[in-house]
């Protein structure tokens, strides 16, 4: 009876592909009914169980898994050899499950409606325009280094701790409610990472737990890319999964945050996307540009380059590839390189909102 269950779950893995490839195809009917509707009530039943827990369920849940997955090869490495059929069957039933859990609790969103749609933004740019908005956020950036450091060459150190930075995070989206009537953040769920390490080896600097929706930063990460990152973790807890929407959401949540020290981090976030672009189309001018940023911002970048230099490893080329390759498979074609269009958003965005 067990086998034929298995069997039968294993199975409907097909089918279940089948429907989230038909479903792709319908960005509209996702939107309304899964993203704006069932994963709303979802999400918020999620951070409503879970995210009063001082650590991360989910991370625990994780670290439970891959024991119990180590174990049970050790346990069954002779039935791995000589039972192959009923070994493979146990793997394609597990993976059918969790298939299912994954886009029913999170992974459908994936396929709603393109933000620039929604917002009615075209998600071309010229070069002039790139250049235009390069400059506000430099113009921006500057005048808040400026009162936030005691001189243009120091860098921002900021008088808070990480936890304080989680709890100021959210009114950011206060202010974006009335631009995104669906990001009301209530109850919350952002928490450090109990497996931060090994995502400093990965290269991660956080990421959002699709089976309960616990948006988790890595607690290693510098402060001062911990206010955005806690706002694109929260972007995709609130049904963003994009990674280029994700970066964007995070960024006007960073930027229309009461605090000037979360605005310092957003508006310098937004500015390094910009200024790599020009690198990418203009190297000399974008030499030009960077020489008119104060010099305390570009060591703020620097301490985070430096930490992700610190825990530089032969395998994290292979985790980049993986995450690479599971974003190509939830439609994002770009993979990686998703992340940098997120400028076509903040140029088309500041043009239409006169900013």
Partial sequence: MLK??????????????????????????????????????????????????????????????????????????????????????????????????FHLF?????????LHKSLKLDHEYTTDQLIELTEKLIKKSNTLHTSLASNDSLPVTFPYSKNDIFKMTSNGYEHLKAIFFNLEYHPKSIKKSLISYPLSYMGYSGYLNPLTNEAHVNGLLPIYRFPTTSAHEIAHQLGYAAENEANFIGFLASIKNDNAYINYSGYTFGLSYCLNEV??????????????????????????????????????????????????????????????????????????ENL
């Fill in 279 to 352: 690198y990418r189309r203009d190297e000399a001018l974008y030499e030009t540009m960077l020489e008119s940023v104060n010099k305390g911002i570009l060591k703020n970048s620097e301490e985070v380059r430096r930490f992700y230099e610190a825990f530089e490893n032969p395998a994290e080329p292979f985790f980049k590839l993986f995450m690479d390759n599971f974003l190509k498979a939830n439609n994002q074609s770009k993979g990686m390189q998703s992340y940098s269009y997120v400028v076509a958003l903040l140029v088309n965005y500041f043009e239409k």
């Fill in 4 to 101: 034929k269950k298995k069997t039968i779950i294993a199975l409907s893995l097909i089918p279940q592909i089948l429907m989230v490839r038909l479903l792709s195809h319908y960005p509209e009917f996702i939107e309304r009914y899964y993203s704006n509707g069932l994963y709303e009530w979802l999400s918020k039943v999620f951070r409503f169980v879970l995210g009063w827990l001082p650590f991360s369920f989910g991370d625990v849940l994780y670290i439970f898994m891959i024991v119990y997955l180590i174990r049970w090869m050790v346990k069954n490495r002779r039935r791995l050899r000589n039972d192959t059929k009923n070994w493979l069957l146990e793997v394609l039933s597990t993976s059918a499950l969790f298939y299912f859990a």
């Fill in 106 to 114: 999170w992974g459908l969103n994936y396929y709603r409606l393109p």
